[in-house]
Nanobody, 124 residues
Framework: QVQLVESGGGLVQAGGSLRLSCAVSGRAFRNYAMGWFRQAPGKEREFVAAIKWSGVHTYNVDSVKGRFTISRDDATNTVLLQMNSLKPDDTAVYYC?????????????????WGQGTQVTVSS
């Protein structure tokens, strides 16, 4: 089991930027796929972005493509989500999650370790 701790959320005006950070415990971090999810009030959780152990990343929500960037730093066991040109529709609780299968392509159902979430609020 690993522990994930998110930080970096907050209140920002539309058009602004935030960078979310997720610190992950454990020595095998470099082998994990990591993901960012979000959940807005009354909506299902969305699988926003994922990054493989190799650094290859994917974005699963069309509205964030070109605005959000996921990255990882294996030296510090950290995964980041840079969010630019934020919109009110981006308002949600953002969660970091780990797919701990060894060097695998990230699959939503395999994200079984989760952080506590960080609130992002974008005002219009």
């Amino acid at each position: 089991q690993v522990q994930l701790v998110e930080s970096g959320g907050g209140l920002v005006q539309a058009g602004g930027s935030l960078r979310l950070s997720c610190a992950v415990s454990g020595r095998a971090f470099r082998n994990y796929a990591m993901g960012w999810f979000r959940q807005a009030p009354g909506k299902e959780r969305e699988f926003v972005a994922a990054i493989k152990w190799s650094g290859v990343h994917t974005y699963n929500v069309d509205s964030v493509k070109g605005r959000f960037t996921i990255s990882r730093d294996d030296a510090t066991n950290t995964v980041l989500l840079q969010m630019n040109s934020l919109k009110p529709d981006d308002t949600a609780v953002y969660y970091c999650a780990a797919d701990r299968r060894y060097m695998s392509w990230p699959i939503r159902r395999e994200f079984n370790d989760w952080g506590q979430g960080t609130q992002v609020t974008v005002s219009s």
